[in-house]
């Protein structure tokens, strides 16, 4: 799946026109497509009647065409204007007049006055299907005013909430069959909730929030992420004759990490494949009381499929880590920082894993930015190797080798100098800033977590749920990605397969679990199966969790 930001998707509607697409065209393909999906997934809500609610802009004029469209098929339509038809302008104004002398009923409203607002609340209650018409992609500022209020009055209509819709009782009987039933009506939204933000996913002040969303020429950002979930609903996309030309030209586009998109990159074993093939990765981690994340990061590693995995870590803890896993090989560390030692023991390694419970002493600080600077295999930076590099992010710009950088949204704030509340209400824009600062792979994480490479490429990954919100499950994802370096996936494609193996794992164990109570090694334990199960195309999981 392709996203396209907001600027993007205006882009792409300039060039297709300018290749000689009339705007108009455009208008009568979107509503085309959006009427044949209305008339497939909810055809017994449109059978009710339809309140097309359009705001002055292309999207409501999208809303005149479907008006038209449906009204043809027998469907009883009404379009709400949040204005005057005279102020209309362009390919809306035309298709509103179009509506007009078909005989279509259009109510005009500019304020909500008493009289107005039980008049508007009528309409929705006497509706089968509300659609969402107000605002398209091209909204940057918090809703007010009319608009708000009106967006609030279907919401409380969707939710079946009747106090809030003041003279909303049902038609008298006999006059309309779908007015005696009082169900609430089902909303569907014109390409974006209206209110929403298209490339965050978050309200600006109040969104409707839709029971399905048809977008238009490609998916938004948006959409997918989770925190759009309650305004999305049912996500269905129309194509509507975008020129080809024109996406080539403002590429690279975004795209959602799932099963379909990622099962290519699991790694295949060969039948002659042994230890020394599948990569020998090196984990940096550890400190008194903080173990645990050596010896997760390390399972992980060994999980994700590396041949072989040596935990570097001082004296005091590595009897523990040791014991901890067989399977393990240890190094100790002397406490002083040695230039030579730490040259002898990169040899022969694949990749790097540095920094879960690895410390901030001075001297953890200086051992993170000689390997940044100075290792000749790539590597990923998590925790406290993130915590060394923040205030000197030259040292990572100076490296010699591809790095993946994961940090979560508190990690993000001391490297970016922003605030986490700034973070993670603009979480791909600051993770492709970053990515393109550094030259590293960025993984932003999160719900929905970002992936975003340095040549502008991001990705949204499409797995994972509350059940990982438990310590230890960074330092899982620290091993894996640094398990897929080292067996040689190139730094994106190991980002983006380790943040959705990862996440999938997780929804597997969420169907024994539900969404509290898992410990980080049993997620650990669970990627070989989802490893294997993504790699035969999600047969176990039915593309339900995969895809989701």
Known sequence: MNLVTTAQMRELDRRTIELGTPGIELMERAGRGIARVLLERHRAACEGGVLVVAGRGNNGGDGFVVARLLAKRGIRCVVVLLGERTALAGDARANADRWVKTRGKVVELTALDETARADLARHLAGAG?????????????????????????????????????????????????RETTGAPPTVVAIDVPSGLDADTGLPLGIGVRAHATVTLGAHKPGL?????????????????????????????LGTRGDARTLASLVPRRGAAAHKGSSGHLLVVAGAIGKSGAAILCGRAALRGGAGLVTVACTAEILPIVAASIPELMTDPVGERFSESAWRDRLGGKAALAIGPGLGTSPEAVR??????????????????????LAGDLAVVRRSRVPLVLTPHPGEMSRLTGLATSEVQARRIEHARMLAEKTGAVVVLKGSGTIVAGPDGRWSINASGGPLLGVGGTGDVLTGLVGSLLAQGLPPYDAARLGVYL?????DRLALQLGDAGLLASQLADELPVARRELAAGGVALGGAVASK
């Open 502 to 506: 990862h996440g999938w794992a997780g």
């Open 224 to 252: 997918v992420l989770p925190a759009a979930r309650e305004y999305v609903g049912e996500l269905a996309l129309v194509e509507i004759g975008l020129a080809e030309e024109a996406f080539a030209a403002v590429a690279p």
């Open 129 to 177: 299907l509300v659609l969402d018409g107000i605002f398209g992609t091209g909204l940057a500022r918090p809703v007010e005013g009319l608009a708000a209020e009106v967006i609030a009055l279907i919401n409380a209509a969707a939710a079946g909430d009747r106090q809030a819709l003041p003279g909303s009782k049902r038609a008298r009987k006999g006059k309309r069959a």
């Open 367 to 388: 051992l993170v930015r000689w390997l940044v600077a100075r290792a000749d295999v790539p590597m990923v930076v998590d925790a406290d190797g993130l915590n060394a």
